[in-house]
């Protein structure tokens, strides 16, 4: 087997700079992904007996002893011609060993040292990163052979867990975090001490305080993420859109469908607002998904959407709007997610025929997501990065519409005048009255209103109320919650 080259330079870790990154690596089906979902405590690489499942670098959070690190789940480190999916998915782990404070080196117990486990020992240890040599499976008899075999590897003492059952993982925490430099937090005094010492606050001094950290929580809240999902069908360019924000060949691209297989979540900073973007597997239609790892996939990527607040619905221009768009866009709208349409490999279609193209574009939309009037369409090539500056403001006002809040009077004058101008019919000889109107709830915007007689009230004059509030107050292309309830004006006394 040929030695291995030396990590290509890549961009730095879009990871914030005070927290360490521990980049997990080692041969595919060692149990990396199993690891990282165990030290993150979430679910959120996919996990099968299936080598290779992973593709693409994963980050996520880990809270260790009172301190959060990064970790970055890599794909198994593979020998593979140039080109190669393989040697992409090794280029993804070397950018990882690269950026990372501390190299976690895992290995298969039952399988003892492998030829491979040799060769990419020699890149972890040519990386000048402190590495910790994790033996996976270790649990029973089966793992104890290979524990023994990790010590001639040459990267220390092995730490043997079992990630898929959670053995030896103190062990690992206190390794990781005596090779950050790491010391475990002091442990607050209580109130009671706190009055009792002789430096004890005074309770006034207490309270401001804890009003302080409420604002400040508040004000964390209020820069969080917005969290963002790049969906569609299988080789639309949701990877290469995801570059092309970033700025870095931080997903693994091709001509091959179904290359990515994780959700991916990347963080970066759009114009001061903190970003997140999750690259998703291509959804194809349930009956045509037969492969495990596509069926794991696709679970994956709506799981994306249901986490997502703004769904980027990528349509490919070569193929647009069938059926299966339709199916997406209905499941985000359904999901009462705010939804964007980007329209890929715009430059494609010949100048001459855009401005037609375009408009019979939006009038399908018009027709077919009636649900959602108004939804914003960007047209752009992700490969080429023409219009992509203009997706994120359209994500931004999306997500802004998404959290509007209306005051209960102004809905209340609304109600008055929608109803003087279309009267709601009659049901079974007697009026239907609409008395009072309030907004219990944004994300996505939900209204209730009380009525006389809810449940006779047509639907067609409900779709009238609905797409005239959203007229009134701006909201095009928002999902809008309309919910009716029988009973007096909770406030009429």
Not at 63 to 87: M, N, R
Not at 313 to 326: K, N, S, V
Not at 389 to 408: C, E, F, G, Y
Request: hydrophobic share 40%.
């Amino acid at each position: 087997m040929p030695a291995p080259t030396s990590p290509s330079p890549m961009p730095q870790s879009s990871a914030p700079a005070a927290r360490p990154v521990v980049a997990i690596v080692g041969r595919p089906n060692v149990g990396k992904s199993t690891l990282f979902n165990r030290l993150t405590g979430k679910r959120m690489a996919l996990v099968s007996d299936m080598p290779g499942l992973t593709r693409d670098r994963r980050e996520g959070e880990a809270e260790i002893e009172g301190h959060i690190v990064t970790l970055v789940d890599t794909a198994g480190l593979e020998e593979g011609a140039p080109g190669s999916i393989s040697a992409r998915m090794r280029e993804q782990s070397e950018a990882a060993i690269t950026t990372a404070d501390l190299i976690l080196f895992v290995i298969d117990s039952r399988d003892g040292v492998t030829p491979s486990d040799e060769v990419f020992a020699r890149v972890a240890r040519s990386s000048g990163k402190p590495v910790i040599l994790v033996a996976n499976k270790s649990e029973g008899r089966a793992g104890r052979d290979g524990y023994y075999e990790a010590f001639q590897l040459g990267l220390g003492d092995p730490v043997p867990i079992s990630a898929e059952h959670g053995e030896g993982l103190g062990d690992l925490i206190v390794e990781t975090m005596q090779a950050l430099g790491l010391e475990p937090p002091q442990v607050p005094m209580s109130k009671r001490r706190r009055r009792d010492a002789e430096d004890a606050r005074t309770v006034a001094e207490d309270e401001a305080q804890q009003e302080a950290d409420d604002a400040a929580a508040e004000a964390a809240f209020a820069r969080r993420p917005i969290r963002v999902a790049i969906v569609g069908r299988p080789n639309a360019g949701k990877s290469t859109l995801v570059n092309s924000l970033l700025g870095e060949d931080r997903m693994i691209t091709g001509p091959e469908p179904g290359l990515t297989r994780d959700s991916i979540a990347s963080d970066y900073v759009f114009n001061g607002r903190a970003i997140r973007v999750f690259d998703t597997a291509g959804l194809r239609r349930k009956a045509k998904i037969t492969d495990l790892a596509e069926k794991l996939a696709a679970s994956d990527a709506i799981r994306a959407i249901r986490f997502a607040e703004v769904v980027v619905l990528l349509i490919d221009a070569e193929r647009p709007l069938e059926h299966q768009e339709l199916t997406i866009a209905q499941m985000v709208t359904d999901e009462g997610r705010a939804l964007v349409i980007a329209l890929n490999k715009w430059d494609l279609v010949e100048a001459s025929e855009r401005a037609a193209w375009q408009k019979a574009l939006r009038e399908q939309l018009t027709e077919r997501l009636s649900q959602v009037p108004g939804v914003p369409l960007v047209l752009l090539s992700a490969l080429s990065g023409r219009g992509v500056d203009k997706l994120m403001p359209a994500v931004i006002k999306a997500h802004q519409l998404w959290n509007k809040r209306v005051s209960t009077s102004a809905l209340n004058r609304w109600l008055q005048e929608a109803t003087s101008r279309h009267a709601p019919p009659a049901s079974h000889g007697r009026g239907i009255k609409l008395r009072f109107m309030t907004q219990p709830s944004t994300r996505p915007p939900t209204f209730v209103a009380f009525c006389s007689q809810p449940q006779d009230l047509p639907r067609s004059y409900i779709r009238y109320l609905t797409n005239s509030l959203r007229d009134a107050f701006d909201m095009p292309g928002v999902t809008i919650r309309f919910n009716l309830r029988k009973g007096e004006n909770p406030y009429g006394k």
